[in-house]
Antibody, heavy 120, light 112 residues
Framework: EVQLVDSGGGLVQPGGSLRLSCAASGFTVSTNYMSWVRQAPGTGLEWVSVVYTGGNSYYADSVQGRFTISRDISKNILYLQMNSLRAEDTAVYYC??????????????WGRGTLVTVSS | DIVMTQSPDSLAVSLGERATINCKSSQSVLYSSNNKNFLAWYQQKPGQPPKLLIYWASTRESGVPDRFSGSGSGTDFTLTISSLQAEDVGVYYCQQFYSSPCTFGQGTKLEI
């Protein structure tokens, strides 16, 4: 079955760190444009980061310099390392598979999400 | 960043009736070289992740019922559900993938 299973969320204090994981099955992470998208409580969707098939990665301005996206090709897992966390990073984080187009991506497969709460 | 604005914020429609959701982008998402609109629609049911319904503004994703249709071009787009079913309740989002960062509308809550 083609699916994404994200995990690793939890409660963390401001300034702390957390690493999210997204295990893929039924397809290969390294041959797809893989993103993280977040949704703060009761609000809409915000794209966070992407890793291209070639390994290049890009970030939203709001997380640039604090978050790092990576992948383990042997395990077929996508990661999001989150450092210097702030209250405004509180959200459900979804990993998502992007369909590449001439420019950017729409998302045809989503994980179920993992909740990150940043609070003292 | 391209700002996506949906209307209305919420909508109540009777079973079997038509539902229409609008999405407006702050700049055109039409690429003239291939005449494609870089716009997608998603459905999110409570407690679930978003589900892709429509891409290229009007192409239905595999498995999506044909009561869902997308239209529009340039900066103005519409998602139409021709005959509302109970399982269509949820929040609907548009997304542009023409410019970085890709951005989503604020969502439209659809109720019976």
């Amino acid at each position: 079955e083609v699916q994404l299973v994200d995990s690793g969320g939890g409660l963390v204090q401001p300034g702390g760190s957390l690493r999210l994981s997204c295990a893929a099955s039924g397809f290969t992470v390294s041959t797809n444009y893989m993103s993280w998208v977040r949704q703060a409580p009761g609000t809409g969707l915000e794209w966070v980061s992407v890793v291209y098939t070639g390994g290049n990665s890009y970030y939203a301005d709001s997380v640039q310099g604090r978050f790092t996206i990576s992948r383990d090709i042997s395990k077929n897992i996508l990661y999001l390392q989150m450092n210097s966390l702030r209250a405004e990073d509180t959200a459900v984080y979804y990993c998502a598979r992007g369909v590449s187009t001439s420019f950017y991506w729409y998302f045809d497969l989503w994980g179920r999400g993992t909740l990150v709460t940043v609070s003292s | 960043d391209i700002v996506m604005t949906q209307s209305p914020d919420s909508l109540a429609v009777s079973l079997g009736e038509r539902a229409t959701i609008n999405c407006k982008s702050s700049q055109s998402v039409l690429y003239s070289s291939n005449n494609k609109n870089f716009l997608a629609w998603y459905q999110q049911k409570p407690g679930q992740p978003p589900k892709l319904l429509i891409y290229w503004a009007s192409t239905r994703e595999s498995g999506v019922p044909d009561r869902f249709s997308g239209s529009g071009s340039g900066t103005d787009f519409t998602l139409t559900i021709s005959s509302l079913q109970a399982e269509d309740v949820g929040v609907y989002y548009c997304q542009q993938f023409y410019s970085s960062p890709c951005t989503f509308g604020q969502g439209t809550k659809l109720e019976i």
